[in-house]
């Protein structure tokens, strides 16, 4: 029995350093590209965009960033939008919003839609920037009665700039994942306001001065091994421009797999 748990272990520790080496690699390459915006940006720049599901559907259940039900509640719900490559970065961007605004005066408002990313567009193409939105989110870039022409249309030139994420009145939340031991464990990071996204992340155990480092494992999810950890677990998170911030003993000793527990912290008040 102990055999086949260290088993289990090491390979929940290969997992992780296998998507650890992966981001490495991927920002090595990608590392320049000026589609990956770091936090919001008020310069417009072009795309397309393209919807599925119901034509006044909300988007898609779960998604490649594992928020799983939360895309069907507010404030997620029909503002969830999958992305290609260059703004997916392997689950890096997953959480960050964008305002997306399509070009066409005659059908098209000025209105622009924020969307969370919260999924990966399998055939969205890899050498350009492309958003694919929930039936209702794209509608919603239409002038009044025109939401059903501008489905009609498909593919449409978009522009798009990064814009920060807001909850009113929510807090920042873990959710810990499903198959979490107390020598693997792995954390959602739910409502975080302004980027959106998560740079890197850092556990501390009880009684320890000392900040672990997780590793992104994939979507909006992060492990750490660890043999045994021991809880309550304070969480420090940075967002991809770098701001931090740590929520103390957020995680209670007595954590349970599959719960979710709210800190008193965002990054807006």
Not at 31 to 53: E, F
Not at 116 to 132: A, L
Not at 209 to 219: D, F, I, K, P, S
Request: charged share 20%; glycine share 12%; aromatic share 10%.
């Amino acid at each position: 029995m102990q055999l086949h748990h260290r088993a289990s272990t090491a390979a929940k520790s290969l997992a992780c350093f296998s998507f650890a080496l992966k981001l490495v690699l991927l920002y090595a390459a990608e590392g320049q590209s000026q589609h990956q915006h770091r936090g919001p940006d008020l310069h417009w720049y072009s795309g397309t965009a393209t919807w599925y599901g119901d034509p006044e559907g909300d988007g898609s259940t779960g998604g490649a960033c594992g928020y799983g039900s939360m895309v069907d509640v507010k404030p997620f719900r029909a503002r969830v939008g999958a992305v290609g490559p260059l703004l997916f970065m392997n689950g890096e961007g997953c959480g960050a919003c964008y305002k997306v605004r399509c070009l066409d005066k005659s059908i098209c408002s000025r209105r622009a839609v924020t969307v969370i990313i919260t999924d990966e567009c399998p055939g969205c193409p890899s050498d350009q920037t492309h958003f694919d939105l929930s039936g209702a989110a794209f509608g919603r870039m239409a002038i009044a009665g025109e939401n059903g022409p501008l489905r009609d249309r498909g593919q449409i030139p978009v522009i798009y700039r990064r814009t920060p994420c807001k909850y009113p009145g929510r807090k920042i939340a873990f959710h810990v994942n499903e198959g979490s031991t107390p020598f693997w464990l792995s954390l959602l990071v739910e409502f975080e306001d302004a980027e959106g996204d998560i740079g890197s992340m850092h556990i501390r155990e009880a009684g320890s001065t000392e900040w672990l480092q997780m590793n992104h494992l994939w979507g909006a999810n992060w492990c750490i091994i660890g043999g045994p950890l021991r809880g309550p677990f304070s969480v420090k998170l940075s967002s991809s421009s770098g701001r931090s911030l740590s929520a103390r003993d957020v995680i209670p000793g007595n954590w349970v797999s599959k719960a979710t527990y709210t800190s008193r912290l965002n990054f807006y008040p």
